[in-house]
């Protein structure tokens, strides 16, 4: 950027790191949201303007919380300097001009610090603007007023001290400090490195210790001003108490308040006058309403930490009750508590719940930082582009499954594939109602791949063995991403066949239809001519195997002429040997009728095999 030009706007970055004085973009943040403690600004970013503070500067935010302090001991002194003239006037009053003269330095900083702008969402770093905003808005008049130190002026000025309750109330100006109080708790509940709970809970302390202290203190001042001392509810137990210690006179009002603000009522203090009396029913109608937000706050705060307990034990629960009245086996009763048991424990881990309000750059960053060295590792994305593996990455979704769950289960139609990112799985069949056991899978190795790429029922029941995170990939998807990328789909079948190749003898038994490819795939050279237009996959030719060694030919029979167009939904053909005599050419063309009426058979799983090799030429 050139020097010459100087932007009026800079936008803000919520990045935690160290402190600077620069700035990043950050247009998607609200400026009524400011940020957390520990949230400060980055480095390496373009700097405000000359004798400019970022709001978000960490040396400015340690000062604010300074004035935070500042301000507890304004809300203690203003009531209390109004009840006990005294104090005002004696030992408290040079404290009270140096709080007011770190309010006046914070009066100053403030034309100087940046503001959010809350139409463009960027910071304003002009001096005129950050001026003319701060003087329009009600902030400074009334910054001014809880500043200025109205009893020393006016001593200075005429020489004697003012012994009206005036400046008492001009005092009350500074609880317009409050607001600080309420910005730095809004602060602290937006930190998550604080407990909500706890932050909740002493701000309603502090509301409840405010009231009762300013209650106590008005309380006590109308028993000062009142003609009769001893027709006052303070007069009728201290005689002279005027005269007597303020430490006294603090503790009868403080008494007087906690019993009332409880409703507990002794009886012992009591209003005397009407002055008292109307007070006295102000206050315990202000009591009324204090004491429903405390008991509303308390209680929301309860119920919040125990919210997702009571929803798993009603998920528990009713899953109970299902299983009872459709009388389901023990075992799957297990499963589907132990699933529901897991969803609630990992509910923080479930990217799911975690990120699906971002938008999907953001999940797509957070899937590759997360799962693209597992598929990357994985036998069957071995070799493939950066650019497969970016789109495959960005649609997975990870779920967890406790011990003993079935996660794919033998004959079922596919639908995905899994890849184990952490524990174990345990590959099983069914034979004649027994259960036998196969394999055991772990990280990073895939399951549920052969059901999806022949497109055919899953040939195993896959279960987990312990506690296991595995990413889900969609079968649609799977294939969409094939048909753009070409080059890795045939990486893709390259690496599935070998694998195929490479499979134990128990699991190739449960398979016969892959044993009988694998053993065509180890005696033929494949010869392949086809092309695909919008109808579909269309057979041109006959296809010729040629075979070395003493194996017979081997030819691809179809139900029609080579250059007519099959019939729609037809068959691409039946794999046979070439006899020798056209009487065994005709007694093998017999056989069709029996292999039509299998068609749904080993002819689906061939047929779709080819038309995988053909649409990569492999």
Not at 33 to 42: D, S
Not at 328 to 335: D, F, N, R, S, V
Request: glycine share 6%.
């Amino acid at each position: 950027m050139s020097s010459t030009r100087s932007p009026v706007t800079r936008s803000p970055a919520l990045l935690r790191g160290q402190s600077s004085g620069e700035i990043r973009n950050i247009a998607s943040v609200s400026s009524s949201l400011l940020p957390a403690f520990g949230t400060v600004i980055g480095e390496g970013t373009l700097k405000l303007k000359k004798l400019v503070i970022a709001p978000y500067d960490r040396r400015y935010r340690i000062w604010q919380t300074f004035l935070v302090i500042l301000v507890v001991y304004s809300a203690w002194s203003s009531p209390f300097e109004l009840a006990f003239k005294k104090a005002a006037s004696g030992g408290l009053l040079p404290v009270d001009l140096l709080v007011d003269a770190f309010f006046a330095i914070d009066i100053l900083l403030t034309f100087f610090v940046a503001y959010l702008d809350k139409t463009t969402y960027l910071l304003i770093d002009h001096h005129n603007k950050i001026a003319f905003r701060y003087v329009t808005h009600l902030g400074f008049p009334m910054d001014v007023a809880s500043t200025i130190p109205f009893q020393p002026i006016y001593q200075f000025f005429n020489g004697k001290k003012q012994e009206g309750d005036i400046f008492g109330f001009l005092n009350l100006l500074r609880l317009w400090r409050l607001r600080r109080v309420s910005k730095f708790f809004s602060r602290l509940e937006k930190d998550t490195r604080f407990s909500y709970f706890w932050t909740r809970f002493c701000k309603l302390v502090c509301v409840t210790l405010f009231a009762v202290h300013s209650a106590g203190c008005f309380y006590y001042w109308l028993a000062t001003h009142y003609h009769t001392a001893e027709n006052t509810w303070i007069g009728s137990n201290v005689t002279s108490f005027q005269e007597r210690s303020i430490s006294l006179g603090y503790t009868y009002s403080m008494y007087w308040s906690v019993v009332t603000l409880t409703t507990v009522g002794y009886g012992d203090l009591h209003a005397h006058n009407t002055g008292e009396k109307v007070f006295a029913i102000f206050y315990m109608l202000f009591n009324i309403g204090l004491t429903a937000y405390l008991i509303g706050n308390m209680t929301n705060l309860v119920v919040h930490s125990v919210a997702r307990t009571f929803a798993m034990r009603d998920a528990i629960n009713e899953i109970l009750q299902y299983a009872r009245k459709n009388r389901l086996p023990e075992g799957i009763k297990e499963q589907m508590l132990a699933h529901s048991t897991l969803r609630f424990k990992t509910a923080e881990l479930q990217q799911e719940e975690v990120v699906e309000d971002l938008p999907k750059a953001i999940r797509s960053s957070i899937a590759q930082h997360l799962f693209h060295t597992t598929l990357q590792n994985t036998y069957l994305f071995k070799g493939v582009s950066e650019d497969f593996l970016v789109q495959l990455v960005s649609e997975i979704k990870a779920e967890y499954f406790p011990p003993k769950v079935d996660i794919v289960i033998q004959n079922e139609i596919p639908t995905d594939f899994y890849i184990i990112v952490s524990g174990a799985v345990e590959v099983v069949t069914y034979k004649n109602g027994t259960e036998q056991f196969l394999s055991k899978l772990e990280s990073p190795e895939l399951f549920g791949e052969i059901g999806v790429i022949f497109n055919t029922p899953q040939p195993f029941t896959v279960r987990s063995k312990r506690l296991s995170q595995v990413v889900r990939i969609s079968h649609h998807h799977f294939k969409q991403l094939l048909q753009l990328f070409n080059t890795d789909g045939k990486i893709i079948l390259s690496n599935f066949l070998q694998h195929l190749k490479g499979i134990e003898k128990e699991e190739l038994q449960e398979i016969p239809l892959i044993s009988e490819l694998l053993s065509d795939l180890n005696s033929e050279e494949v010869f392949v001519n086809t092309e695909q237009n919008h109808e579909g996959l269309r057979q041109e030719g006959t296809r010729i195997h040629r075979v070395s060694g003493t194996f017979p030919t081997r030819i691809i029979i179809h139900g029609h002429h080579p250059h007519d167009k099959p019939n729609e939904g037809g068959i691409a053909g039946k794999l046979i040997h070439l006899p020798e005599s056209v009487e065994g050419l005709l007694t093998t063309a017999g056989g069709l009728c029996e292999y039509r009426a299998n068609q749904e058979g080993t002819s689906k799983l061939m047929l779709h095999l080819e038309m995988f090799q053909s649409r990569f030429s492999f």
